[in-house]
C-alpha cells in the first residue's frame, strides 16, 4: 500500500505501526522505539486531519501523547511532559465529546500518570 494510492490506508497503517512501537517501547527501558511510534503517528497525522476524521486524529494524537510522555518520563524533559499532557487531554476530550466512550476512557485512564510526569519533571 503506497501513500498516493490509498492516502487514508497508508494513515491507518502509520497508526497501526505506532501503536505497535509504542507497546514494544513501552516494554523496553530506552526510547528508540517509542520515538519510532512518534515518527510514525505524525506520519498518519498527515492525513488523518480534523476536518476530515476528527475522532481517528484524535485518537491517533492522543497515542502520539502517550509515547511523548513514556520518552518524557525516561528522559526527564519537563517541556515534553507538558506537550504529551496537553495532546493526551485533547484526545480525552474530542472522544469524549464524540460520543466514543471506550476511546475517552483510555485516554482518561493515562490522564494522572501523564500529570504526574508533567508535575514531577516542572517541579509542581
Same mark, same amino acid.
Request: avoid cysteine; proline fraction near 2%; charge should be positive.
Given at each position: 500500500?503506497?501513500?498516493?494510492?490509498?492516502?487514508?490506508?497508508?494513515?491507518?497503517?502509520?497508526d497501526?505501526?505506532?501503536d505497535a512501537l509504542r507497546a514494544w517501547g513501552e516494554r523496553e527501558g530506552g526510547t528508540a522505539r517509542l520515538e519510532e511510534a512518534i515518527v510514525a503517528y505524525r506520519a498518519a497525522l498527515e492525513e488523518r486531519t480534523r476536518e476530515r476524521v476528527p475522532l481517528n486524529? =484524535?485518537?491517533?494524537f492522543g497515542n502520539q501523547g502517550v509515547a511523548m510522555?513514556?520518552?518524557? @518520563?525516561?528522559? $526527564?524533559d519537563g517541556a515534553l511532559?507538558?506537550? =504529551?499532557?496537553?495532546q493526551i487531554q485533547t484526545a480525552y476530550e474530542?472522544?469524549?465529546?464524540? @460520543?466514543?466512550q $471506550?476511546?475517552?476512557a483510555e485516554f482518561e485512564a493515562r490522564l494522572p500518570k501523564a500529570q504526574a510526569i508533567r508535575d514531577r519533571l516542572q517541579g509542581r
Open positions: 500500500m503506497t501513500h498516493e494510492r490509498n492516502p487514508v490506508g497508508w494513515a491507518g497503517a502509520q497501526s505501526l505506532g486524529r =484524535a485518537a491517533t510522555m513514556l520518552i518524557a @518520563g525516561r528522559t $526527564h511532559a507538558a506537550a =504529551a499532557l496537553q474530542t472522544e469524549r465529546s464524540g @460520543g466514543q $471506550h476511546w475517552a
